[in-house]
């Protein structure tokens, strides 16, 4: 199992989970934050940290946004897994899930 960055993260991305995060698993994309799923620990550091709670156990994602669990994991799919995201900075790329949404008003 892991944590999901869902919905509310996409245009945001405050941040605060990457600073909790204490095994550097959430990369940034263009439009939203993305946790690696065999790089994150389940500790659920990040969780509590999160102002738009955009961030669910897998298990507990709403059903309106299960297809995040997909575009977290997928968002991977050519990078594989990189070990760290604190050396790879913004990922310039989306999931097609996030990238076709219109920008979301904060």
Known sequence: MTYVIAQPCV?????????????????EGDRMLYI????????????????VEAIF?????????????QANVEFFDDIGSPGG?????????????IASLPPQNQ
């Open 11 to 27: 245009d945001v991305k405050d941040r605060s989970c990457v600073d909790e995060c204490p095994v550097d698993c959430i990369y």
């Open 85 to 97: 995201a604190a050396v790879h900075g913004v990922i310039p790329k989306d999931h097609p899930i």
């Open 57 to 69: 156990y897998e298990d507990d994602t709403p059903e309106e946004w299960s297809t995040y669990y």
């Open 36 to 51: 690696h799923p065999d790089e994150c620990i389940d500790c659920g550091a990040c969780e509590p940290v999160c102002p």
